[in-house]
């Protein structure tokens, strides 16, 4: 272990910030799907592959710009994400816990290894000519893509936000998600909460996709170094609670980014797991309370 | 029925079987023998797996933890220090047995539950695979090899693979006798009781963290020798086959499929699993996530439509039909 310089340190804090902001937006979907159903669900990682392949066909063959390719990862993996539940999701949930998360695990299986079969297992990187400028301000280097994608995770957070707040079904999903017992009471149709809950939660990490393919490579296996990650930022943020999703996204940005400065290697996703477990053990409510369950 | 018949019959059905599966290596070529050698290694994985997920009910997604620390004990200890691996594979299970007693102490301790178990785990496993990574790529890349001794039950190394076919099959038998032990006497219903409400079970005064935590010492104790045989078995081990994903997911497949909590349901699984992906396999050729797809459809289908497994649908049927005639 060596001591980082004063400049290195700065450049680890901002690359962990910009980072958080799309481990948030991971999270968020994640968080969401947890609070309105009560399901881990393990196969987020294997969307946000998903998502970051759509970016990266779209660029190859139609010469799409990254961020215009938003509009059409958004609606696919909305729609995906609605079938998932619908067809599969939707026969457990009254399942035990271990057997709703085997279930998701197998559907992330089946959704890697089929890429894998389809894609090979080939890293691949997306080679965007104007995305490779980098910002200096003083001695920091601010990544193009990086501040583009923190800038469109915070907005796209903010929209489901108002969208959660403002809009009726927002409202009928925050209610099933507090209140299961009440929102039937009032006549809110669960099922297709829990679809729409899943294909917004789907949404929001192939949005992570794409703007995580930039800068970052493609292939089958990505989404399993961002799903643990997600993991960590969803419990320590508190299990369905959202803007400590996005809070939790940038601690552990930074927590692995200045983690990194300190120590080699693959040691930094080591940390992370090290973090989880703690966070598990000891806080399992996660730093901002709200204990539901 | 009557149980003198029964026990009679049972015992009966044991002693043929055993003394097929002890014949048949004479009337099969090497790839079978491989084939069914890996059967009984999955379905023992399974039953170690089982002790702790199927009858404790402690889901563990990370039972590669144990298996590769098993792996990587006996080996090193074989390599640098020449350890015998006989002497290996206990000292890999007792190495198995504390890193079980540690996670478990801790994650019990502090009430872990459900699927929060089963990602603690999850991250451990990773943990030391990750470990593994950064410590076997300066002095290991290739991985371990372990050095050839000869044809020597001593090495516990064979140039057929028939041997190691009887050596995982006594692993296995004492693993299920050990299961359907445990079943008969009262720590079997102690593991139910806590699988099926653990507040329950510790207002009946059943010590919950001490069960639990003897159920984990038995699992991880029985995965980490499982470790061992693997690298006797291919003299060679990395950190990808002792500490990866498909270890955990194969360990825990065959109890969800044959029924966990059944003394035999993890050998039925283990057995389906290996014939379906062996054919896919073949069918598909070279590409290698071909398994880890089958996998992820077994589990997709078993979940939705036989959540018990095939042993727990057939019981529940039994007990349908039994009560309705």
Same mark, same amino acid.
């Given at each position: 272990m060596?001591?980082? *310089?004063?400049?290195?340190?700065?450049?680890?804090?901002?690359?962990?910030?910009?980072?958080?902001?799309?481990?948030?937006?991971?999270?968020?979907?994640?968080?969401l799907?947890?609070?309105?159903?009560?399901?881990?669900?393990?196969?987020?990682?294997?969307l946000?592959?998903?998502?970051?392949?759509?970016?990266?066909?779209?660029?190859?063959?139609?010469?799409?710009?990254?961020?215009?390719? =938003?509009?059409?990862?958004?609606?696919?993996?909305?729609?995906?994400? /609605?079938?998932?539940?619908?067809?599969?999701?939707?026969?457990?949930?009254?399942?035990?816990?271990?057997?709703?998360?085997?279930?998701t695990?197998?559907i992330?299986l089946?959704?890697?290894?089929?890429?894998?079969?389809?894609?090979?297992?080939?890293?691949?990187?997306?080679?965007?000519t104007?995305l490779?400028?980098?910002?200096?301000? *003083?001695?920091v280097?601010?990544?193009?893509?990086?501040?583009?994608?923190?800038?469109?995770?915070?907005?796209?957070?903010?929209?489901?936000?108002?969208? =959660?707040?403002?809009?009726?079904?927002?409202?009928?999903?925050?209610?099933?998600?507090?209140?299961?017992?009440?929102?039937?009471?009032?006549?809110?149709?669960?099922?297709?909460?829990?679809?729409v809950?899943?294909?917004?939660?789907?949404?929001?990490?192939g949005?992570?996709?794409?703007?995580?393919?930039?800068?970052?490579?493609?292939?089958?296996?990505?989404?399993?170094?961002?799903?643990?990650?997600? %993991?960590?930022?969803?419990? /320590?943020?508190?299990m369905?609670?959202?803007?400590?999703?996005?809070v939790?996204?940038?601690?552990?940005?930074?927590?692995?980014?200045?983690?990194?400065?300190?120590?080699?290697?693959?040691l930094?996703?080591?940390?992370i797991?090290?973090?989880?477990?703690?966070?598990?053990? %000891?806080?399992?409510?996660?730093?901002? *309370?709200?204990?539901?369950? | 029925?009557?149980?003198? +018949?029964?026990?009679?019959r049972?015992?009966?059905v044991?002693?043929?079987? $055993?003394v097929?599966?002890?014949?048949?290596?004479f009337f099969?070529?090497?790839?079978?023998?491989h084939?069914?050698t890996?059967i009984f290694?999955?379905?023992?994985?399974?039953?170690?797996w089982?002790i702790?997920? &199927?009858?404790?009910?402690?889901?563990?997604?990370?039972?590669?933890?144990?298996?590769g620390v098993?792996?990587f004990?006996?080996?090193?200890?074989?390599?640098?220090? &020449?350890?015998?691996?006989?002497? $290996?594979l206990f000292?890999a299970?007792?190495a198995?047995?504390?890193?079980g007693l540690?996670?478990?102490?801790l994650?019990?301790?502090?009430?872990?539950?459900g699927?929060?178990?089963?990602?603690?785990?999850?991250?451990? +496993?990773?943990?030391?695979?990750?470990?593994?990574?950064?410590?076997?790529?300066?002095?290991?890349?290739?991985?371990?090899?372990?050095?050839?001794?000869?044809?020597?039950?001593?090495?516990?190394q064979?140039?057929s693979?028939?041997?190691?076919?009887?050596?995982?099959?006594?692993?296995?038998?004492?693993?299920?006798?050990?299961?359907?032990?445990?079943? &008969?006497?009262?720590?079997g219903?102690?593991f139910?009781?806590?699988?099926?409400n653990?507040?329950?079970?510790?207002?009946?005064?059943i010590?919950?963290?001490?069960?639990?935590?003897l159920a984990?010492?038995?699992?991880?104790?029985?995965?980490?020798?499982?470790?061992?045989?693997?690298?006797?078995y291919y003299?060679?081990?990395?950190?990808?086959s002792?500490f990866?994903v498909?270890?955990?997911?194969e360990?825990?497949?065959g109890?969800?499929l044959? $029924? +966990?909590?059944t003394?035999?349901?993890p050998?039925?699984?283990?057995?389906?699993?290996?014939?379906?992906?062996?054919?896919t396999?073949?069918?598909?050729?070279?590409?290698? $996530?071909?398994?880890?797809?089958v996998?992820?459809?077994?589990?997709?289908?078993?979940?939705?439509?036989?959540?018990?497994g095939?042993?727990?649908?057939?019981?529940? +049927?039994?007990?349908k039909?039994?009560?309705g005639?």
């Open positions: 060596s001591l980082p *310089g004063l400049p290195l340190l700065l450049q680890s804090i901002v690359n962990g910030i910009l980072m958080g902001g799309v481990y948030g937006l991971v999270a968020i979907g994640l968080t799907i947890f609070g309105v159903m009560k399901i881990i669900n393990f196969a987020h990682g294997s946000m592959m998903l998502g970051m392949f759509t970016t990266y066909w779209l660029y190859v063959f139609l010469g799409l710009d990254p961020y215009l390719s =938003l509009l059409f990862s958004i609606p696919c993996l909305f729609v995906l994400g /609605l079938l998932i539940e619908r067809f599969l999701i939707a026969q457990v949930l009254d399942a035990p816990a271990h057997n709703q998360l085997l279930l695990l197998g992330s089946f959704i890697e290894n089929f890429a894998l079969f389809l894609w090979t297992p080939n890293f691949r990187t997306l080679e965007v104007y490779r400028k980098a910002a200096m301000v *003083g001695t280097m601010i990544s193009l893509p990086k501040l583009v994608a923190f800038i469109f995770a915070i907005i796209l957070t903010i929209l489901l936000y108002c969208f =959660l707040k403002r809009t009726d079904m927002g409202k009928a999903i925050r209610a099933a998600s507090e209140e299961r017992e009440g929102a039937l009471t009032v006549g809110i149709n669960l099922r297709r909460i829990y679809y809950a899943f294909g917004i939660g789907a949404a929001c990490v949005a992570a996709g794409t703007l995580t393919a930039p800068f970052f490579y493609v292939n089958p296996n990505v989404g399993g170094i961002f799903v643990i990650t997600a %993991f960590v930022v969803v419990v /320590l943020g508190g369905g609670n959202f803007i400590g999703a996005l939790g996204g940038i601690i552990i940005g930074l927590a692995e980014s200045v983690g990194a400065a300190f120590v080699p290697g693959q930094k996703q080591f940390i797991y090290f973090i989880f477990i703690l966070v598990l053990l %000891f806080k399992p409510e996660g730093l901002f *309370g709200r204990t539901s369950e | 029925m009557n149980s003198t +018949a029964g026990r009679t049972n015992i009966l044991i002693i043929i079987t $055993g097929i599966l002890l014949i048949l290596p099969m070529g090497g790839y079978y023998v084939l069914v890996m290694f999955f379905g023992y994985l399974g039953v170690a089982n702790l997920g &199927g009858y404790a009910g402690q889901f563990s997604f990370g039972h590669a933890a144990f298996f098993g792996a004990t006996s080996t090193l200890l074989q390599v640098h220090l &020449g350890v015998n691996p006989w002497i $290996g000292l299970g007792i198995g047995l504390i890193l540690c996670i478990g102490s994650s019990f301790r502090y009430g872990l539950r699927p929060y178990f089963a990602l603690a785990m999850l991250a451990l +496993a990773e943990m030391f695979r990750l470990m593994a990574v950064e410590w076997m790529t300066v002095r290991y890349p290739l991985g371990i090899t372990i050095p050839l001794k000869g044809d020597s039950l001593w090495y516990f064979f140039r693979k028939v041997p190691y076919y009887y050596i995982m099959l006594f692993m296995m038998a004492a693993a299920l006798y050990l299961t359907h032990v445990i079943e &008969g006497k009262k720590i219903s102690y139910k009781a806590i699988r099926e653990e507040s329950a079970a510790e207002a009946l005064g010590n919950a963290f001490k069960y639990k935590l984990m010492a038995m699992s991880s104790f029985l995965t980490a020798v499982g470790g061992t045989f693997y690298a006797q003299l060679h081990i990395d950190e990808e002792a990866g498909a270890i955990s997911i360990a825990l497949l109890p969800i044959g $029924g +966990a909590g003394v035999l349901g050998v039925l699984g283990a057995g389906i699993i290996e014939g379906l992906s062996e054919t396999r073949n069918l598909l050729g070279g590409y290698s $996530g071909v398994h880890l797809m996998y992820g459809t077994i589990l997709i289908f078993v979940i939705i439509f036989l959540p018990g095939i042993l727990g649908g057939l019981q529940t +049927a039994f007990r039909l039994s009560r005639g």
